[in-house]
C-alpha cells in the first residue's frame, strides 16, 4: 500500500513539473522575443503575433486534449506531448528566422496542451474530492515557478548560454520527463482500449459543451476566468519586463527581476486559494471578492507606472495583483471540476479552457497592436493599452453580481441498445 501511494505521488510530482515547463514555455516569451525584437528590429505587433502562437495551437487542442485525458492514461497522453514541446523548443533555440520562431512557439502549444487537464484528471481520480482544491493551487504553485524561472533567470542563462544552448538543454530535460512518465505510468482507472477514438472525443465534445450550455456559473467563471487571465497574460507572459524598462530606464537591468514578482504573486496566490474554500457552497463568494481585488489591483497597477512611483511600490502592487490572480485562477480550477458531471472533468475543462486561451491570444495579439499604436501617438503605449485592457475586466465584475452557489450538472445519457436509442 505505501510503494502504491509513493508511486502515486511520484507520478503526479513528474505531471506537475510537466506544468512547470508548460508555464515557462508559456512565459518565456516575454524574455527571449524582446531579445529578438531589439536583434532582429522587429515590430511590437509581430512580436505579439509570434507569442500568440503557442496560444493558437494550445487553446485549439484543449477539446481533444481533455477528452484524450478523460479516456486514456493523462501519463501517456502528457508523455507525447513533452516530446513534440521539446522539438518545439529546440526549433526555437535554433531559430534564424520568423517563420521558424512561429514553428516552434506552434509546437509548444501543440506539445504541452493536454498537460493541465493530465493532471486535474490524475489528482481528480487519486486524491479524496475535499482536497482537490488544496492539490490544485499546490499544482499550479509549483507549475507557476515555471513562470518565476522563465523570467530573470531565464534571462541570466539566456547571457551566459545563448538563445540555442538554453532551449536545447530544455529540449533534452522534457524528454527525459516523458520518458519517467512512460516507464512509470502504467495503466490508470482512465484508460479505455477498443473504442472508436474520433467517436469518443465527438461524443465527449458534445457532452461537454452541453454542461457549458445548462450552467450559468460555468458560463459565468468562463468569462471571468478568459478576461482575467487574458489580462494578466499580456502583463505577466508578454509585456512586464519592456513596461518596467520603459517607466524605470535607470533601473533597467533590475526589470527582468521586477517583473518576476508577479509571477512569485501569482504562485503564492495558487497556494494560498488551496486553503481559502475547500466546499462549492461558498465558493461563489470567494471567486467574486477576488476578481473585484484583481479589479482595483489593475489600477493600481496604472495608476503606479503612470506617476512613476518608486519602483519598489510599483513592484508591490504587481504582486498583490499577481496574488489576487492566483487565488481566482485556484478558484476557477475547483469550480469547473465541481459543475463537471463525474468523469467528464478533463473534457468540461478542456472545452471551456480552449476559449480560456482563445481570449488571451486576442489579448496577446490586441496588446502589441495597442501598445504600437499608442507609443506612436504619445509616447507611452503601455499605460495607455493596459488602461484599455484593465477596462474589460468590467465585464465579468458586472456578470459576478449574478453568480449563485456552484451545482454539479447531471445530463441524461439515452440507454443504447443495438445501436438504437431506447424510449
Same mark, same amino acid.
Given at each position: ?56 495551437? @494550445?487553446?485549439?487542442? +484543449? ?108 529540449? !533534452? ?36 459543451? %452541453? ?6 456559473? &460555468? ?16 502583463? +505577466? ?10 517607466? @524605470? ?23 494560498? %486559494?488551496?486553503? !481559502? ?66 468523469? +467528464? ?10 476559449? !480560456? ?12 497592436? &495597442?501598445?504600437?499604436?499608442? +507609443? ?16 474589460? &475586466? ?30
Amino acid at each position: 500500500m505505501g510503494s502504491d501511494k509513493g508511486k502515486v505521488y511520484f507520478i503526479y510530482s513528474l505531471l506537475v513539473l510537466s506544468y512547470f515547463f508548460s508555464l515557462f514555455f508559456r512565459v518565456s516569451a516575454s524574455v527571449a522575443l524582446p531579445l529578438i525584437q531589439a536583434e532582429w528590429g522587429l515590430s511590437a505587433g509581430i512580436i505579439g503575433f509570434i507569442s500568440s502562437m503557442y496560444f493558437y495551437t @494550445y487553446a485549439l487542442m +484543449q477539446p481533444a486534449c481533455g477528452v484524450l485525458n478523460d479516456t486514456y492514461s493523462p501519463m501517456k497522453v502528457v508523455a507525447i506531448g513533452l516530446v513534440i514541446a521539446g522539438i518545439g523548443s529546440l526549433i526555437f533555440g535554433l531559430a534564424a528566422n520568423t517563420a521558424a520562431l512561429i514553428t516552434g512557439r506552434l509546437l509548444m502549444g501543440i506539445g504541452l496542451s493536454p498537460i493541465l487537464s493530465g493532471l486535474l484528471v490524475y489528482q481528480g481520480s487519486r486524491f479524496p474530492p475535499e482536497r482537490y482544491a488544496f492539490f490544485s493551487g499546490l499544482s499550479m504553485m509549483i507549475g507557476n515557478m515555471g513562470a518565476v524561472f522563465s523570467a530573470a533567470p531565464l534571462s541570466a542563462a539566456l547571457g551566459l548560454w545563448g538563445r540555442a544552448g538554453v532551449f536545447c538543454a530544455i529540449c !533534452i530535460t522534457t524528454v527525459l520527463v516523458s520518458v519517467l512518465l512512460l516507464v512509470f505510468g502504467g495503466r490508470t482507472p482512465q484508460e479505455k482500449t477498443g473504442r472508436s477514438l474520433g467517436r469518443e472525443i465527438f461524443s465527449r465534445f458534445v457532452r461537454a459543451a %452541453g454542461v457549458l450550455r445548462v450552467s450559468r456559473e &460555468l458560463k459565468i467563471v468562463v468569462l471571468m476566468w478568459m478576461v482575467s487571465f487574458g489580462a494578466i497574460m499580456a502583463y +505577466q507572459g508578454l509585456w512586464a519586463v519592456s513596461w518596467f524598462a520603459a517607466v @524605470y530606464p535607470g533601473l533597467k537591468h533590475w526589470a527582468s527581476a521586477a517583473a518576476t514578482v508577479v509571477s512569485i504573486g501569482v504562485m503564492t496566490g495558487n497556494f494560498a %486559494g488551496g486553503f !481559502i474554500c475547500r466546499n462549492a457552497a461558498s465558493r461563489h463568494h470567494v471567486i467574486r471578492r477576488s476578481l473585484f481585488a484583481v479589479f482595483f489591483l489593475w489600477i493600481g497597477l496604472i495608476l503606479s507606472f503612470y506617476l512613476v512611483l518608486p519602483m519598489g511600490a510599483t513592484v508591490l502592487v504587481s504582486f498583490l495583483l499577481g496574488a489576487c490572480s492566483g487565488i481566482a485562477f485556484t478558484q476557477f480550477t475547483a469550480a469547473v471540476h465541481e459543475i463537471a458531471p463525474e468523469g +467528464q472533468g478533463g473534457a468540461v475543462f478542456g472545452v471551456s479552457n480552449c476559449i !480560456i486561451f482563445l481570449c488571451i491570444i486576442l489579448y496577446q495579439w490586441g496588446s502589441g497592436i &495597442l501598445i504600437g499604436a499608442f +507609443q506612436r501617438h504619445t509616447g507611452n503605449g503601455f499605460t495607455a493599452a493596459f488602461s484599455i485592457i484593465c477596462a474589460t &475586466l468590467l465585464i465579468p465584475c458586472a456578470a459576478a453580481f449574478r453568480m449563485r452557489p456552484i451545482e454539479r450538472v447531471t445530463l441524461r445519457e439515452p440507454a443504447v441498445s443495438g445501436g438504437k436509442k431506447q424510449p
